[in-house]
């Protein structure tokens, strides 16, 4: 381990050395992403200097051993420098874990209402609420790339863009199907309604990941449409890309421009089927007992929202909060940390059975 330690040091002071150049600096989108991992190295610095405290203490203590007058003083103080050791490592091992190269993209989130009608929609438009919330938070730029609105204000269907470093491993914990209960706006004698909405969370990718064979698409235009089919433009913007292989179908129809809506639907298209490629490859490592939190599942229940009790539940790891109005407001730092936290600990314990 000190090996791969001294690296993780030598790393920390060539990030130094980049962030004073002045060539860097020039270039705002890797000064960011060089800024980012400096700050999460500094983390990783401070233990490692324990750790080596540790050691030396340790050793100091094992030396006191030898002596009569301090032997049950120095061997109390061993034993809790030894547990204190253990916890470093297990520390240190969870930051010496591969990361994911996707996690550093930019990412695609789309948001489906599911179970439960007009609610439905409307739960799916206080998520998009929420994400942006955070985003901002984050110090992350978001674009609504295609929405279909209802009569009441929510969303049938909700696509945007987060862009900045770390995006997508920022979100990618978002996957999967949330839930809501409460009295929605539209029930006349205050019964509580489960309604769902879908969430799926996709790297971003670029165009040297897929070369999209533009044989294999079949792309149609016609008009955009408002809430209860109501035409909201009068040329044909809107934009259907399908991929004839998967059947895979993607509409834009929020920019005026054709030409616009129609890159974004490729962009979204592009993503999804590196998703697919990914999803194929993570099936395999799972099979290899390299399992994870689940973070691509559609079918997946992961999080329950309910109002009566002010209460969000994590249903992968157990987590509960009653802060219902902070996280609705963004801020959901706290519960994607945990979940980090979580993946790690069962890619460690995954890697030790293997």
């Known amino acids: 381990m000190l090996d791969k330690l ?7 002071r060539e990030l130094e050395g980049l962030l004073a150049d002045p060539e860097v600096l020039k270039d705002q989108k890797r000064y960011q992403a060089l800024s980012r991992r400096y700050a999460e190295m500094g983390e990783i610095l401070a233990l490692i200097r ?12 094992e030396s006191l051993l030898e002596d ?4 049950e003083v120095a061997k109390a103080e061993k034993a809790e420098l030894e547990e204190r050791k253990k916890a470093l490592e297990k520390e240190l ?29 409307l739960f799916a438009r206080d998520l998009l609420e929420m994400y ?12 609504v790339l295609d929405s279909n609105p209802t009569d009441l204000g929510g969303f049938s269907k909700v696509v945007f863009e ?18 809501v209960q409460r009295v929605p706006a539209t029930e006349t004698q205050g019964r509580i309604h489960t309604s769902t909405a879908t969430v799926a969370v ?44 998967t059947g895979i179908m993607v509409t834009c129809q929020d920019s005026r421009s054709q030409i ?47 109002f009566p009790q002010s209460r969000v539940t994590d249903h992968r790891i157990g987590f509960t909060t009653h802060d219902l109005e902070g996280v609705l407001s963004g801020r959901l730092q706290p519960l994607l940390e945990a979940l980090k936290r979580a993946d790690q600990e069962r890619q460690l314990e995954a890697m030790t059975e293997a």
């Open 6 to 12: 001294a690296r993780l040091e030598e790393e920390y």
């Open 50 to 61: 324990e750790y080596r405290k540790v050691l030396e203490d340790l050793e100091q203590a």
């Open 260 to 306: 616009k809506n129609r890159e974004k639907a490729l962009m979204i298209l592009r993503s999804r089927l590196l998703e697919m490629k990914r999803a194929e490859e993570a099936e395999r490592l799972r099979k290899t007992r390299l399992a994870q939190i689940g973070t691509g599942e559609r079918s997946e229940k992961i999080r329950t929202y309910n």
């Open 202 to 245: 996709l790297p971003k990718a670029e165009e040297s990941d897929f070369q999209l064979n533009m044989d294999e698409i079949r792309i149609d235009v016609m008009r955009a449409s408002g809430p209860g089919g109501q035409g909201v433009n009068t040329t044909d913007s809107a934009v259907r890309v399908v991929h004839l292989p």
């Open 162 to 179: 987060v862009r900045g470093p770390g995006a997508y491993g920022t979100f990618k914990y978002e996957s999967g199907v949330h839930r």
């Open 68 to 71: 009569p007058e301090l032997r």
């Open 132 to 143: 942006l919330r955070f985003a901002e938070e984050m110090g992350l730029e978001t674009e």
């Open 93 to 121: 091992e969870r930051h010496l874990l591969p990361k994911d190269p996707m996690d550093e993209r930019d990412a695609i989130v789309e948001i489906r209402a599911g179970t439960g009608g007009e609610e439905a929609a």
